[in-house]
């Protein structure tokens, strides 16, 4: 049975530093919290999300009887589906099941950071990769990968998702000081056991980690790359847009593709 996300508890803390946008509530939700019903904060309008039914007896991925925090739903169901508006990128090559290449997803990386990654992925763990891409009408390209491994521990030690990353068409890239600002100011809350759609759960945005090209940007568009870690599953969000994808989305869509991982 699928249970609709509202985890109004964890949207506030992932609020936009000084604007007060919860970046997970989607449209329908936006009147259940004093103050959020601002129309016009850029964000992004998503389908109701909702779990995947797990196979019968599998815990939860962050489930007190999972403490490998191992993921047992189909990982293509995890994936973030595409916000209203969207139509689907044809630059993100994946099978009918959505899955990714190793060597499709390297596209993404500089051309001389790829062999040192292809081995790693091919040595160190990795299950299988699905993805999703679209393109929204303001022109931000945005790719989510999920890479499922054998364990946790090769999640920990992948090198494609930190700020020495080098993608492609984006060589140098920054922290992204905006989110920085935001984890520090709900320092508070980290670790607490909030409520959830499958019970309660425990707040760690330290498993989120983003990143922004360094302007002035290699042509005319920039990149952000956002980092998740889940257990078994490292994600990857990477937009791309002439002039930077806005902060407002991107947060967004990071946020609501690491609730589908909890």
Known sequence: MFAALRWTAVLAVFAA??????????????????GLSTEGDGRWTYPTLAKPALPAGAPLAKGPDNKAETHYAPLADLLLPAPEGARPDAGLKTDKDRLVSVDTFLEQYA??????????????????????GWTTPDGTRTHVYLLRFHAAGFVDAFRGCDTNTRLA?????????TWRKAQIGQSSLEGQVLQGPHGPGTLNS??????????????EEQSRLGCLQAGDVQGVVIQTRKGGPATVPFH???????????
């Open 169 to 177: 068409g984006a060589p140098v890239l920054e922290m992204d000081l």
């Open 111 to 132: 051309p001389d950071s790829r062999a040192k990654l292809k081995e790693q992925l091919e040595h160190e763990g990795l299950r299988q990769i699905v993805g999703r």
């Open 252 to 262: 967004q869509t990071v946020v609501l593709q690491s609730q589908l991982l909890s």
């Open 17 to 34: 530093f000084g604007t007060g946008a919860a970046y997970g509530i989607t449209q329908a939700d936006r009147t259940d919290l004093p």
């Open 206 to 219: 330290s498993d989120i980690s983003l990143y922004q090209e360094v302007m002035p940007a290699v042509g």
